[in-house]
């Protein structure tokens, strides 16, 4: 079956065609770069990465594109704030976001254009739209008129009369023919720093924001190309106005689909922005400080439980119950490294996992495993259901560690070679489907490495033996003494046919 993507143009979900065969273009607008990237930042970038890899598994080769506006009055205003110039501000900030990016496997950018080395093709649409009669110079400025565009307000499904832009009826429209014409060039100030002043037929100036992403998405990417991605807060006006542009300029269409993602909420049980809890919450919100809370993994892991396009409701009780989840599959990987004596990340992943099992309850536990295999991939195929996969991934961990216990796998270590071949292939399964998501890459730290070394390990298994012990005495008391004081530390003992185990909570 196809892939199916929900096109917020016509809204509805369509069979996904390529432009070209074999081929995706996606474009997703960036950050305007002017401070610290947060939550909200990262969440695009994780779905379209995620969005990315698995049109590639589908066998598509993708190239995609994320912008950088660097010329913008928010960065003037803020590096006048901070006394710096806006070109070392928004190096810093672009720094900032891409190290983030990068912690979060979000690996999956090829090119990242920033607005102001993209300047001769911004005026270059402009004085397209202008020869056109579709845009018009005032004292510098220069306007789009949203009349001339017979389409306008396909994609928000408003009508051009609808635009006010803020102003009464009557009030003056500095120079715009109608209040929702917008600005494809700003004159320059003159207490605009000059690093974002631009030579240009119309005088000194710089692009307006929405004409920034028509010129570097048709510049990578051509035009039509194949996905436009963003947050649901663009597509009025942003992206309405980038069709508008970039269809008027080139009398074709712009992209054919328009993905948008849903948008952070903070789960603050209604306090205000001034309460100081709120304030502790936004600052822990920028990417660097959750990134030190929180493993990148389970920010990951937490985003795609969520389907890309309803909101995603951050809070720490969310956060928790995300890593309990998270935790599932980390306890069932080590549970197949004490099995097999492998880690289910070290062994290469195998499709023909059934291939030389002999033994029939292997092989039909191995037949079972593909149908998860395709119902995973059903959910992704179905508008890259992320949350969809990811319950499938959850529902294969079990079946599997059903599998294990129904064959005493860890009791009869060595014994059951076909049961424990089929159990390694079925959690390389597991790992491959993860890594589609972006999961799954690295092994995560062991209970002892983030515990703080291998003395309190040793402390541990030492404390372990003396409980054991104790049983054995019928003690049981010093036992479960020993066991309650652990988990008040947030150690967890678990005891298995092959010995006592333990981790953090
Ligand atoms: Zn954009």
Redesign the pocket.
């Known amino acids: 079956m196809a892939i199916q993507v929900y096109n917020t143009l016509t809204r509805r979900k369509e069979p996904f065609e390529a432009v070209q065969p074999g081929k995706v273009g996606m474009y997703v607008?960036g950050p305007t770069v002017y401070k610290p990237s947060h939550l909200g930042h990262a969440v695009g970038p994780i779905i379209f990465d995620t969005i990315k890899r698995y049109l590639q598994y589908r066998g598509y080769q993708v190239r995609w594109v994320v912008?950088v506006t660097d010329v913008d009055d928010k960065l003037i205003v803020e590096s006048a704030n901070q006394k710096t110039t806006v070109f070392e501000l928004a190096e810093r900030v672009t720094a900032d976001y891409l190290a983030n990016l990068k912690k979060l496997n979000v690996v999956g950018i090829d090119d990242l254009p920033r607005a102001s080395e993209c300047i001769p093709e911004i005026i270059e649409i402009v004085q397209r739209l202008i020869d056109r009669g579709a845009a018009y110079p005032v004292d510098g400025d220069v306007y789009f008129d949203i009349i001339k565009d017979e389409d306008y307000g396909k994609l928000s499904n408003r009508k051009p009369e609808e635009q006010a832009s803020g102003t009464r009826e009557g009030l003056v429209l500095g120079g715009k023919r109608n209040p929702g014409d917008f600005a494809l060039w700003k004159a320059s100030k003159p207490d605009d720093p000059d690093e974002v002043k631009f030579d240009s037929p119309w005088g000194k100036g710089r692009p307006g924001w929405h004409i920034e992403?028509s010129a570097m998405s048709s510049k990578y990417l051509g035009q039509p190309f194949d996905i436009h991605g963003?947050g649901m807060d663009?597509i009025f006006p942003?992206h309405e106005n980038?069709i508008a542009q970039s269809e008027t300029a080139r009398g074709c269409q712009f992209a054919k689909y328009w993905m948008h993602n849903g948008l952070t909420r903070i789960n603050t049980k209604k306090i205000s922005k001034s309460d100081p809890e709120m304030q502790d919450l936004l600052r822990r919100l920028t990417l660097s400080a959750l990134l030190n809370e929180y493993s990148p993994e389970l920010i990951r892991f937490f985003v795609l439980q969520t389907h890309y396009r309803r909101p995603i409701d951050f809070s720490n009780d969310a956060m928790e119950s995300s890593n309990k989840a998270l935790s599932t599959f980390y306890r069932f990987f080590e549970r197949v490294e004490r099995i097999t004596g492998t880690s289910p990340y070290d062994v290469p992943f195998k499709p023909e996992g059934a291939a030389g099992i002999a033994d029939p309850v292997a092989g039909a536990f191995l037949k079972t495993v593909a149908e998860y295999k395709l119902r995973y991939e059903e959910a992704m195929d179905d508008d890259f259901n992320t949350a969809g996969g990811i319950a499938a991934l959850f529902e294969l961990v079990t079946f599997i560690n059903r599998f294990a216990d129904e064959q005493q796998l860890e009791a009869s270590k060595g014994v059951k070679a076909d049961a424990a071949q089929s159990l390694q292939s079925a959690a390389g399964t597991v790992i491959f489907l993860g890594q589609l998501l972006g999961l799954f890459s690295e092994k995560p730290p062991k209970a002892e490495e983030s515990l703080g070394g291998e003395l309190t390990a040793k402390l541990v298994e030492l404390l372990i033996d003396v409980r054991n012990k104790a049983r054995k005495a019928k003690q049981f008391e010093i036992g479960d003494h020993i066991r309650t004081q652990l988990a008040a530390m947030g150690v967890k003992l678990e005891d298995r046919p092959d010995g006592t185990i333990w981790r953090m909570e």
């Open positions: 607008c912008n992403c963003g663009l942003h980038e």
